[in-house]
């Protein structure tokens, strides 16, 4: 060896506590192991003055590969990365290397190999001999094999891993004396290893620093594997809580979401969640996520969970409990051949799966899918041209082995999770399905409860309605007035076209005398029977009491004289009921249905019956009535009562039961305004909210019904400092206010002022409390006169009061609560809603062609109306002429003809038809126009590159946009300034400049409504006219010919470099520079989320770039508006 080659070839001073107090602070500042190891090989080459120190890994198959590596200058070929096959290091070494702790020496050189054991039965220090280094005699194969390598000199010192022990023992300092000790459960970790390229002699102190070396990396192999798993533990319990989470939440278990939140955890493809059917009421149930199986007959098995083979194979017996299947390769499973084929079509190699049990109940499968991989290794055996390298035939040149359709084996930890991810999918599920029956029970007996509440007010109603009539019978002596009273209320209540009363004038023959009929129904009042039409037996029976029920006259076997009498009177069917005075016949309640027959129920029937019997004991008893008539009074009154105070009831339990189905506090705002208001009576009930920190003397109503015809507050805010000043701390302590009549109050001027703006003339004001915070007010407005507020009501307005507080404090605790949730809705949302936008952009090449489809259609049927329209109304004014002409010489018609003539109205007819033949033919050509535009923009006969008029391109795409040009109610019109100057016709993709022209001007009125509404929220709810006529909101539109020097070009002076110039301005706010820079990006856009993808103006820059070879400029400055300049090469 040549001593004066380089300072490295000597040997240094070994520093052995300055570099193990190195690697130690190491391996305590990082606990990435590759960090580690590559300071570990830089300080032993540094310490040693080798060429090249690296780390060696053995691999599960006994192979290796270099994974840290020191090298000094260029001295010798880098190794990392490179894999070595298992018999480049014999089993036999290895094993010595583990049990013995072998250490090599290799002098190439002279030959030699030395070898130094531990002594692991003891101190774990070197044996005490005469020579601590054996030397011997070096294999020539291990000889060419390092000089293949360029390596005249090697150190090699094994590195022991005990997976059994504790992995870190917290104490990283190091001593000579300290060892670990390899009992059976250790594993060769790998070799520590040094080499280098001239001969070198290897003294044992250097070996003792190596393998003291060697122990610590063991030590931060162990404590990196403790944190790995540690990170892994983590990262699977916070898997399992994401996953609970999405599971346990009433009443919308999230059972995709967990799905897919289960796959990614296992870094799948896809899986599935498969629920089994339970009875006859609930069907099988799957969830899918990702890649799927293909079912080769989904007619037999509709879900592949169902295939016998997989129920034989995957479904666990009794004895078996919750038995995981972990397949690595499912087509190396020879029970699943049949499975394996509904897999073929697809990448899904690995499957695992977990059964779903609860309390020894299956309730079905929940399986995670992973693909086939590739797995590529780089093996040492390149070819070097280093002629340090003597064999450059037998080097190291690297050569990739790629090996398809390779496998994940499941680990262990894998299997735990989805035991774990198993347990809370059953329990999920289970306690869901306990949830839903007890929801459907509950539903049941909510059905239940609303029949019998239906019942029950029928039976108010019908209590009503006899109340009613009872009183307006009693309440005059009048037999006309009392028998319209009848009718009109049974028919009202039957819902029927026609009710009448039938009196008998003389034996068995009467006529109509009173009626009410809904519709334009023939009036029968007055109306007589033919005579001998109704045989004797029909007015016996009914001065018996029968009552004759007719579902349908036709099939009633009625008499043809009968028949006839009731389909003159368009009656399908009826329902008769005598009126005895005592055992003599007085006439017939009848109730006529005339628009189809009817199935008459057994209570109307009854009501009938009851209302018959009054009616008859009205006739008889006229005069008693009047006796009676104060102590009714006085029963209606009780009765009123009682029925205010069951509705005041009725409606504070419907609001209590809205407040706890519902903490949405617009809809709780909402249902008890329009309760009470109806309830009261009043002509406006609003929930005021003052705005915080402003002392109670501003706020506005969030919610508020009120009675048509009265104006609205709702929105509208409301400044009065006379409230905050004095009448704010009286709120505060619970003060109610009821004032019958404002101007006689005692209120102050600046209040009634403010009450009176709202035509306010009695209020009912309550304070709405949360917690000790005056919140808002609850407001009863009296508007069309003054009220008197009675105890009960004001009472029950308290109450309400009170249950809102509740309710506005419970909203807003779950407001804070649901702000997280909400936040990770949005982000999954604005996920689907960009998937949605991206598929809605690959859907727009299509739209061309459905357009013109669309026009296609329509445009033929509309040519042939409007060209028959002259036709038409040709022949309709003849027809006209000739009524006329009728109408001179016959003046008086036949009786048919006339009431058919009023009925049709005919002289309205004759006036009307004309004009209505007028605007039909607008109306065509209106539409005929609309379908031009449509065709001219969608351009589907220029697919091709052919020459078009750029103009009507443009009016084509401002047709289309004219809904969004006109005004509003809040905002100005747009209006559009054409510049047009004379194109020749341009040869270009017309359907897609198209829609160029529709992105730009869509976003040129974008900017101006969005600039209008910035003006409205500062000046108002509309804009100012002065505003509007100093700064109107305008589009304007340019065109000219551009030559080769840039000037504007004629047509004469045309050449091949002329190009056509579209220039579309707008008078908006314009944009910042950052802005503009980015408006041609894909995905970029500055509208709120929702309102634009991001790919308009990014599409239209290829459109016009790329597909035609022109330019797209965006001109723009803050408060100067925008200007977009095309360029398209005109041939």
């Not at 006109?966 to 004379?982: C, L, M, Q, R, T």
Request: proline share 4%; charged share 20%.
């Amino acid at each position: 060896m040549n001593s004066t080659d380089n300072k490295q070839e000597k040997q240094p001073d070994l520093d052995q506590e300055g570099l193990l107090h190195r690697i130690t602070n190491r391996i305590r500042q990082s606990l990435e192991l590759q960090e580690i190891l590559t300071a570990t090989v830089a300080e032993v080459r540094s310490l040693l003055g080798t060429d090249r120190v690296m780390v060696y890994r053995f691999n599960a198959d006994a192979s290796g590969e270099v994974i840290a590596e020191s090298i000094y200058g260029k001295r010798l070929p880098s190794l990392k990365g490179l894999n070595f096959p298992a018999d480049d290091i014999p089993l036999r070494i290895r094993e010595l290397y583990l049990t013995a702790g072998l250490r090599s020496i290799v002098d190439v050189s002279g030959g030699q190999i030395g070898f130094s054991v531990l002594d692991w039965q003891g101190s774990g220090e070197i044996l005490a001999n005469e020579q601590t280094i054996n030397y011997r005699s070096v294999d020539s194969c291990h000889v060419e094999y390092l000089t293949a390598m360029g390596v005249q000199s090697s150190l090699v010192v094994p590195i022991v891993h005990n997976p059994s022990s504790k992995e870190a023992t917290g104490n990283l300092e190091v001593t000579q004396s300290t060892n670990p000790n390899p009992q059976t459960t250790s594993e060769l970790w790998g070799l520590l290893v040094s080499h280098h390229a001239q001969q070198r002699a290897v003294s044992e102190r250097e070996v003792q620093i190596v393998q003291l070396v060697a122990d610590q990396v063991s030590i931060a192999i162990a404590q990196s594997n403790l944190l790995k798993q540690a990170r892994e533990q983590a990262q699977r319990e916070a898997t399992i809580n994401r996953v609970a989470t999405l599971l346990h939440t009433l009443p919308t278990m999230q059972l995709e979401e967990a799905l897919g939140e289960t796959v990614a955890a296992f870094k799948g493809s896809g899986g599935r969640l498969y629920l089994a059917p339970s009875g006859a009421s609930r069907a099988a149930t799957l969830f899918t996520w990702g890649a799927q199986p293909v079912l080769a007959n989904p007619e037999r098995n509709s879900h592949i969970e169902e295939n016998p083979i997989w129920q034989q194979y995957f479904k666990p017996s009794e004895t078996d409990g919750n038995s995981i299947k972990a397949i690595a390769d499912l087509y190396k499973e020879p029970l699943l051949r049949v499975i394996a084929a509904e897999f073929r079509s697809t990448q899904i190699r690995g499957l695992l799966v977990v059964p779903l049990l609860y309390r020894q109940h299956f309730i079905g499968f929940l399986s995670v899918f992973r693909d086939e991989i590739e797995t590529e290794t780089l093996w040492a055996g390149r070819i070097d041209p280093d002629r340090r390298q003597l064999q450059p035939r037998n080097s190291f040149e690297a050569w990739q082995h790629l090996k398809k359709g390779q496998s994940i084996e499941w680990i262990r930890e894998e299997i735990e999770q989805a035991k774990a991810l198993g347990n809370n999918f059953s329990m999920a599920i289970q306690q869901h399905q306990l949830y839903e029956q007890v929801d459907l029970l509950n539903t049941s007996l909510e059905r239940q409860v609303q029949d019998r509440t239906a019942q029950l007010q029928q039976s108010l109603q019908l209590a009503r309605l006899l109340s009613k009539v009872l009183d307006q019978i009693r309440s005059t002596l009048d037999l006309q007035t009392i028998l319209q009273t009848i009718v009109q209320e049974v028919r009202k209540l039957l819902n029927t076209d026609r009710v009448i009363i039938y009196q008998f004038t003389k034996k068995w023959h009467g006529k109509v005398v009173v009626e009410a009929v809904n519709g334009n129904w023939l009036s029968v009042l007055g109306l007589t029977e033919p005579e001998d039409c109704f045989p004797d037996e029909y007015a016996v029976q009914y001065s018996q009491g029968r009552v004759r029920v007719i579902n349908d006259v036709s099939w009633a076997g009625l008499t043809p004289c009968h028949q006839e009498f009731l389909e003159n009177m368009q009656v399908q069917a009826n329902l008769i009921v005598p009126i005895r005075m005592g055992s003599e016949l007085w006439g017939l309640l009848v109730a006529h249905e005339c628009r189809a027959t009817r199935v008459w129920q057994a209570f109307e029937i009854d009501l009938l019956q009851q209302l018959a019997a009054q009616a008859a004991i009205a006739i008889q008893q006229a005069e008693l009535y009047k006796q009676s008539r104060l102590a009714e009074a006085e029963e209606k009154e009780r009765a009123s009562q009682l029925e205010r105070a069951w509705k005041q009831q009725k409606a504070l339990f419907s609001v209590v039961s809205k407040i706890r189905e519902s903490l949405n506090i617009d809809t709780i705002f909402t249902a008890t305004a329009t309760e009470l208001r109806q309830l009261l009576g009043a002509d406006r009930v609003g929930i005021f909210r003052f705005y915080p920190d402003c002392g109670y003397d501003d706020g506005e109503l969030v919610s508020e019904d009120v009675r048509v015809g009265f104006n609205s507050m709702l929105a509208v805010k409301i400044h009065d400092h006379c409230f905050g000043e004095r009448y704010a701390p009286d709120y505060h302590k619970g003060r109610i206010q009821a004032v019958a009549d404002i101007y006689n109050a005692g209120l102050s001027d600046c209040h009634i002022q403010l009450l009176e703006k709202f035509q306010i003339r009695a209020n009912l004001v309550m304070p709405l409390l949360k917690g000790d915070c005056l919140w808002g007010l609850l407001c009863v407005h009296q508007c069309c006169a003054p009220r008197h507020w009675e105890e009960t009501e004001i009472d029950f307005a308290t109450q309400i009061a009170t249950q809102l507080g509740v309710a506005i404090q419970q909203a807003e605790l779950l407001t804070q609560t649901q702000q997280q949730a909400e936040q990770l809705a949005n982000a999954l949302e604005d996920l689907k809603q960009t998937q949605a936008k991206l598929i809605q952009t690959e859907k727009m090449s299509s739209l061309g062609q459905l357009v013109a489809g669309v026009a296609h259609e329509i445009n033929n049927p509309v040519n042939f109306i409007y060209g028959n329209l002259s036709y038409a109304g040709q022949y309709a004014q003849d027809l006209l002429e000739l009524l006329q002409l009728y109408q001179r010489h016959y003046p008086n018609p036949y009786p048919e003809i006339a009431e058919l003539a009023d009925t049709i109205d005919l002289e309205f007819l004759a006036e009307d038809l004309p004009k209505l033949l007028v605007s039909m033919k607008v109306g065509a050509d209106r539409i005929r126009q609309l379908v031009l535009s449509l065709r001219n923009f969608s351009r589907l006969d220029q697919a091709e590159r052919k020459p078009v008029d750029i103009h009507e391109g443009l009016d084509s795409t401002l047709l289309i946009l004219q809904h969004r040009l006109k005004g509003k109610s809040n905002s100005p019109g747009i209006a559009v300034v054409k510049e047009y100057s004379d194109l020749p016709p341009v040869e270009c993709y017309a359907g897609q400049l198209n829609q160029v022209f529709m992105n730009v001007i869509s976003n040129a009125i974008d900017a101006l409504e969005q600039r209008d509404e910035e003006r409205a929220s500062c000046g108002g709810a509309t804009l100012k006219s002065e505003e509007i006529a100093d700064s109107p909101s305008q589009i304007t539109i340019r065109t000219h010919v551009r030559g080769e020097a840039g000037a504007i070009a004629t047509s004469p002076q045309l050449t091949h470099s002329s190009y056509a110039v579209i220039q579309i301005a707008d008078n908006g706010g314009g944009m910042p520079e950052a802005v503009k820079r980015q408006i041609f990006d894909p995905f970029f856009t500055t509208k709120p989320i929702g309102k634009g993808t991001g790919l308009g103006l990014s599409i239209s820059y290829q459109i016009v770039v790329e597909k035609h070879g022109g330019s797209f400029k965006c001109i723009s400055e803050p408060g100067k508006g925008t200007e977009f300049l095309i360029e398209i090469p005109i041939s």
